[in-house]
């Protein structure tokens, strides 16, 4: 089983940064991909950013040119610099990992979901 702590949301207003963490332990050897996902109120929750260990990675639309995923591997932390934020950026942000982005895209993911986040952009 992985272990998932996130943390670095908050409020923030339209056009603000955050950073997002996410610090992963447990069983690891078979994580190859981690990936950022968000849950807005009524909605899907979706994959908006995913790294693998070589550092390739993938952006949803909505946020490419703003949001960036890193990976320390050292720490076992991913990260989610995310700039340029919009009120409909405001959702539950949860990390994850995976064998590889499809699964991740799948939501085929190695852990249960926890309690996220909380990222609010409000003015």
């Known amino acids: 089983q992985l272990q998932l702590v996130e943390s670095g949301g908050g409020l923030v207003q339209p056009g603000g940064s955050l950073r997002l963490s996410c610090a992963f332990s447990?069983?690891?050897?078979?994580?190859?991909?981690m990936g950022w996902f968000r849950q807005a109120p009524g909605k899907q929750r979706e994959l908006v950013a995913d790294i693998i260990p070589d550092g390739t990675t993938n952006y949803a639309d909505s946020v490419k040119g703003r949001f960036t995923i890193s990976r320390d591997n050292a720490k076992n932390t991913v990260y989610l610099q995310m700039n340029s934020l919009k009120p409909e950026d405001t959702a539950v942000y949860y990390c994850n990992g995976g064998y590889g982005s499809a699964w991740l895209e799948r939501e085929e993911v190695f852990s249960s979901w926890g309690q996220g986040t909380q990222v609010t952009v409000s003015s």
């Open positions: 447990g069983s690891i050897f078979s994580v190859n991909a």
